[in-house]
Structure formats: C-alpha cells, structure tokens
C-alpha cells in the first residue's frame, strides 16, 4: 500500500505531494533555511498526510476500483491555501490543503466541550475570541469529479486558464470545470463503433503551458497528436501529428510494444515535446512534425533482454520523464534503481542510483556505468545482475532549483547539487 504511484512539486517548489497505492497523499514542504545550520539548505519534512481514495466497488461491473493514486495536479496558489487535483483510476478530487493555528472560544449558545446550553440559563451576551492554538494542517476535499469515465484515467492536467483541467483515460479525454461536478465535456473519443477494431489507446495527455486552447496526447502507436480545441468542439481530427518512421531494420516481434510513449510533457517555454516510450527520450520541436531533434538512449543495453522483460511483463513499465526549469536537462528513470539525466546543451549523460547504501545525508552520488558484457572493470555492473524489481517510474524536478524527488518503490529520494 505505501508503494509510491506519483510525485509532484507545486509551482514554487516549497511544497512536494506523493501518492500512494494505498491511496493516500503525503504532502512534505520545504524548511526555512536557518543561518546557524547552513548546510541543511531547506529539507523537505511532512507537513500533511490525508487519505484521498477509498477502494470502491463497481457493482454494474462486478470490478474492484482501487484506491491507488495515478496522478497529482497542484493548481497555482492564490491564498494561503493550497490546492491540488488527485486521482485514481475513476474519480478525480479538488482537495484544499489550510493551516489553522487559532480557535475560536466563548460561543453564547455552547459551552467549551461544544455541548448545547440551555437557553434558560443564557443570561449575558458573550463576544467569542480568537485563541492561539498548536498549528493544525486541514486537508478537505472541495469538489468530487465522479462518473465520467468508463476506462482507467491515465493523466490529468491543469489548462493554463485555471478554469478548467482535463482527465484522460485509454479512449477518451474529458473537459472539466472547476466549478462544475455533475458534468464534463468530452473533447477526444477514440473508441471504434466496433471494439474489435481498436488499434491504439491513449496513453498520456497534457495542456499546453500558455495557450489553453491548446493539448497533446500520446498513443500506444507512439505517436503524438496536438489539438486545438478552436476548431472544433471534438478534437477528433488533430492539428499535428508527430511521428518518427521506423527503421525497417529495426523492427522486431517487440517493436509495438516498446514504441509506445509512456509519458508526455511539454517544456516549460512551450516550444517542445519530450516523450518516453521503452527504451528512449525523444525532444520534439512543435514545429517539425516528421521526427524528434533529439533521441537519447536511456537503457540501450536492454535490447538484448527483451524477451526475458516480456515474460515478466517489466516491457510494460510505464516510466515517466521530467524537465528540469530551464529545459536544458531531462532526467527519466531506469530499472537497479537507476535514474538517468541527459544535459540537452553539452550532450553529457549520466547514470545515478537512489538507493539506501549510497544516500547518507549529503553524500555524493557517484555516476553509476553498466557493462554490455565482455570485461567488466570494477565499478561498472553487468547487465546480467540488474535488479527490475526495482525500478525508478516517477520522479519530479523543482521548478527553479536542482532539487529532485526520485520515487523508488516505497522509499522518496530528494537529491539536490552540491554548493561549495
């Protein structure tokens, strides 16, 4: 239950939320830096913990709904409260997350233990006060957005306008108010008249950054399609269409499954798509439609173990890829706990672990190598002893500081660089 399902920093990056299979949010935020501790330089501690999602039963179905939380969408802060969508594979939330530290004391019609009194014995009009009292952080959820998916949702965003958010599941992509609960709109239907005909599904989908008239979504085929939903009010016919050819020489029993994209994410300036599908990241330029301008490799000495990954249905892992604030690096994650980050200017990559051995309070991480066979030197490691039970799936990058939150199975990582 405690496995973590996702990761997400709101958008000042002083708070970081999990979720877990056990449905529950763990929200941790970020210490004030104190002038005596200098190098504790702002970590991160739980500040809140609620559960979201309750398993359900769908009796119409005779299915199990769990509880597990697919995604987090933090909605910019407007007060002193915070906001955040979550969602498991049917419903999504609209929690608010507030502080109290004061109580209010001496109601007229109560006494202190919130028992009624009896009106008989009111004989003075008592003005109740504001006490202070020890910090309490509330979390309540504020809206229910239920009932509108017959599929698993896979992705949520939040548009650009604030209004607005969409959820996504394998066949359809629905259009919510904020304000409205009982109702969505639904702008992707991709579900044939025949199911026997179905080809593709949906596999992720995000919002554009500025433009809220504009989305993206990725497909089991890996490819890419971006809509605009000023064309129509059903976008199912796409503005552009991303696609990289296959090289013939390539294609193996494999191919399908290993070429559909596992996560999409704009870049923070909107002018790219980076995608990950199996065994690559791929950057594209919104205006070139016909291949990626930049591949990296993320674990290309698994093409040899394919086979033996589809016995253990690890070929199906779903990774995720991140942006770091400038664009200028990735980071996506790999299986033996390993993450990986490509720097998109110098074009250095590098291999690192979270793991417990190696991750004592401000110790260096050491770039980790993995051998294709042959001689193995000492620090590298075989590709044979790789463990895929541990795997890197989710991970999120602070929005303006190199601070990273690696999710490996149950345990969270937050790394940050080193400053001298």
């Given at each position: 239950a405690d496995i973590i399902s996702t990761v997400e920093f709101n958008h000042t990056g002083e708070l970081l939320a999990t979720g877990d299979k056990g449905g529950r949010?763990?929200?941790?935020?970020?210490?004030?830096?104190?002038?005596?501790?200098?190098?504790?330089?702002?970590?991160?501690?739980?500040?809140?913990?609620?559960?979201?999602?309750?398993?359900?039963?769908?009796?119409?179905?005779?299915?199990?709904?769990?509880?597990?939380?697919?995604?987090?969408?933090?909605?910019?802060?407007?007060?002193?409260?915070?906001?955040?969508?979550?969602?498991?594979?049917?419903?999504?939330?609209?929690?608010?997350?507030?502080e109290r530290d004061k109580r209010p004391e001496g109601y007229n019609l109560k006494d202190e233990d919130g028992r009624l009194r009896d009106p008989s014995?009111?004989?003075?009009?008592?003005?109740?006060?504001?006490?202070?009292?020890?910090?309490?952080?509330?979390?309540?959820?504020?809206?229910?957005f239920a009932n509108a998916h017959t599929y698993h949702i896979n992705s949520i965003s939040v548009n650009s306008d604030y209004e607005t958010y969409m959820s996504a599941d394998d066949l359809r992509i629905n259009l919510w108010n904020f304000e409205i609960t009982n109702q969505s709109f639904n702008i992707v239907d991709i579900k044939p008249a025949n199911m026997e005909e179905l080809t593709e599904v949906i596999t992720a989908a995000e919002f554009h950054p500025h433009h809220c008239n504009t989305f993206v979504y990725s497909s089991?085929?890996?490819?890419?399609?971006?809509?605009?939903?000023r064309t129509s009010a059903l976008c199912d016919r796409h503005a552009k269409f991303f696609e990289e050819p296959e090289d013939p020489s390539n294609r193996s029993f494999f191919s399908e499954i290993i070429s559909?994209?596992?996560?999409?994410?704009?870049?923070?300036?909107?002018?790219?798509?980076?995608?990950?599908?199996?065994?690559?990241?791929?950057?594209?330029?919104?205006?070139?439609?016909?291949?990626?301008?930049?591949?990296?490799?993320?674990?290309?000495?698994?093409?040899s173990k394919l086979c033996s990954l589809y016995e253990n249905d690890c070929i199906f892992d779903?990774?995720?890829?991140?942006?770091?604030?400038?664009?200028s690096v990735i980071m996506t994650g790999s299986y033996n706990n390993f993450f990986r980050m490509f720097d998109r200017n110098t074009k250095r990559d590098v291999t690192l672990e979270a793991s417990r051995e190696?991750?004592?309070?401000?110790?260096?991480?050491?770039?980790?190598?993995?051998?294709?066979?042959?001689?193995?030197?000492?620090?590298?490691?075989?590709?044979?002893?790789?463990?895929?039970?541990?795997?890197?799936?989710?991970?999120a990058w602070h929005p303006s500081e190199n601070i990273i939150a690696v999710a490996a199975t149950n345990n969270l990582y937050i790394f940050q660089d080193k400053v001298n």
């Open positions: 949010v763990v929200i941790f935020q970020r210490e004030q830096e104190s002038k005596n501790q200098p190098h504790r330089r702002g970590e991160y501690n739980v500040y809140s913990t609620f559960q979201s999602h309750e398993p359900e039963f769908d009796y119409l179905k005779s299915l199990e709904i769990e509880e597990k939380i697919n995604k987090i969408r933090w909605l910019p802060q407007q007060n002193a409260a915070y906001f955040l969508l979550s969602t498991n594979d049917k419903t999504v939330k609209l929690w608010k997350v507030s014995m009111i004989t003075v009009l008592r003005v109740p006060v504001l006490r202070p009292m020890d910090l309490m952080v509330e979390a309540t959820p504020r809206r229910v089991s085929k890996g490819t890419i399609r971006l809509c605009d939903m559909s994209i596992s996560d999409v994410k704009f870049s923070h300036s909107g002018r790219y798509i980076m995608t990950r599908d199996y065994l690559t990241v791929k950057v594209w330029d919104l205006n070139m439609e016909n291949r990626p301008i930049e591949t990296y490799q993320v674990h290309d000495y698994l093409r779903k990774f995720e890829c991140v942006w770091n604030g400038s664009d190696n991750s004592k309070p401000r110790a260096i991480l050491k770039p980790r190598k993995v051998c294709m066979g042959g001689k193995r030197r000492k620090d590298e490691i075989s590709v044979d002893s790789l463990d895929f039970s541990k795997k890197i799936l989710h991970t």
